[in-house]
Every structure is written in C-alpha cells, then in structure tokens.
C-alpha cells in the first residue's frame, strides 16, 4: 500500500506539555505573595485591629505574628503602653488681653486595651487628635482667659499642669472612657518682648530686695548674739562684784 502524497517520511508532532518544576515555581511564588500580604506582626506595647471593607471588626490580636485576609482585611497597630503627645504653639489670650504662646505641652495617656475597640470605632485611629490635641487647645484657652498675666505667667503657672490633667480626664471619663491622662508638662509661654523686658527687671529688683533683706536678717542676728553676748558679760561682772563683796 503507497503512502498518500506529501506524507511520507514525517514525523508526527505533539504538544509540548508545561514541565512540571515551571508549574510548582509559580506555585511557590503564589504562596509567598499571599503569605507576604496576609502574615503581619504585632510588636509588644501595640494590638492589632483589623477593617473588613471599611467595617472595624472586633477582633484584637497581641504581640506576635499573625494572619489576615489579604485581599479584603486591613490592619492598624494601636499603642496601648504609655505614650508621650506633644502639643506645640498654642496662642491664647489673657484676661487682660495680652496674646501670649504655649510653646510646648506633653501629654502622657495611655490607651486600655479593654477599650480600644470602643474608642477606635467612636473616634478613629487618631482618636488623640479629638480628646488630646484638640482639647489642649481649648483648655488653655479657657485658663488664660480667666487669668491675668501675671497669674498665667508667675502666680498660678505651677498649678497649671494640674489644672490641664484635671480638665482633660474629667471629659475623657465621661465621654471616652478608657484613656488615661497620666500626667501633663507645660512649659513657660512666650509672651511680647517688652513684656517680658520688664519681668526681668522686675526679678531683677526682685533678687535685689531679697538679697538686701537676708542682710538685714545677717546683721540682725549678729547684733542680736552681741547683745546677749553682753548682757552674758555683764551678768558674770555683777556675779563677781558680789562675791568680793561678801
């Protein structure tokens, strides 16, 4: 039987299938992209807290690592040991209208965990913009504007740092339970330079006036010792003309 023409000595082809290794290499790859995404780690001091789709769940991871859903989950880490915020240039008014600044205030809070879903839902991941920042502000607004100048800047300024904590845990107590204001440092504010040429001179005159009075008291007490010095001098010649008279 004569073979058909045009096909005599070829040879049959056959698909080249995908090799094996080539198939498991992407495979590999896959795996790790998906384990780079969704694997994450929670250092100590912080908790996890995760978003589905905009929607904060109530889930709350602890130090360590941990998964996620790489394509629908996102995370955020949210300190809950001590933290330090530092309020800078705050302008306020005095009561007898004076501008003066606050060059620095630091607030040391703290977050509880048991709280942080509450808080974070309520007011946001930044939520010490609102009670911490926000609120600085208006609290040393309010202090100045029911002092003079010389109350916020000499008379009261060490009942200041109290004053601030006390305010800001009274609002935070009742309506965002779970933050703590620990402590609160405020720095001497910048008032005009003519102003503040004039305090100096003032302290100046001040550590003059001081300086004068322990003299004083210096020479007081020394004529005061020369004094019983000599009624002592006088009480022992009295003892012993007495005695040679007798």
Not at 10 to 27: D, E, G, K, N
Not at 74 to 89: G, I, P
Not at 102 to 115: C, D, G, P, Q, T
């Amino acid at each position: 039987m004569q073979a058909a023409p045009g096909q005599a000595g070829q040879v049959p082809i056959r698909r080249a299938s995908p090799p094996i290794f080539q198939l498991f290499l992407t495979s590999c790859m896959l795996v790790v992209a998906l384990l780079k995404t969704s694997l994450h780690q929670v250092p100590e001091g912080y908790v996890g807290m995760y978003w589905r789709g905009g929607r904060l769940l109530t889930r709350i991871t602890d130090p360590g690592l941990h998964l996620r859903l790489p394509l629908t989950d996102s995370y955020e880490l949210v300190q809950v040991t001590m933290q330090t915020d530092k309020v800078t240039d705050i302008p306020c008014g005095t009561k007898g209208g004076v501008s003066i600044a606050f060059e620095k205030i630091e607030v040391v809070n703290r977050l509880s965990k048991a709280h942080a879903y509450d808080i974070i839902k309520e007011y946001g991941i930044h939520y010490d913009k609102t009670w911490i920042y926000d609120k600085i502000h208006h609290e040393i607004n309010q202090f100045c504007s029911f002092h003079t100048l010389q109350e916020v800047y000499i008379d009261k300024f060490d009942e200041v740092d109290e004053k601030i904590r006390d305010a800001l845990q009274a609002d935070i107590t009742k309506y965002a339970r779970g933050i703590e204001i620990i402590s609160v440092r405020v720095t001497k504010p910048r008032i005009p330079e003519d102003i503040m040429e004039n305090y100096v001179m003032m302290e100046v005159e001040r550590t003059k006036a001081m300086v004068a009075l322990e003299r004083q008291k210096v020479v007081e007490r020394e004529i005061e010792v020369e004094r019983t010095r000599a009624i002592a001098e006088a009480e022992r010649a009295a003892q012993r003309s007495r005695i040679l008279q007798a």
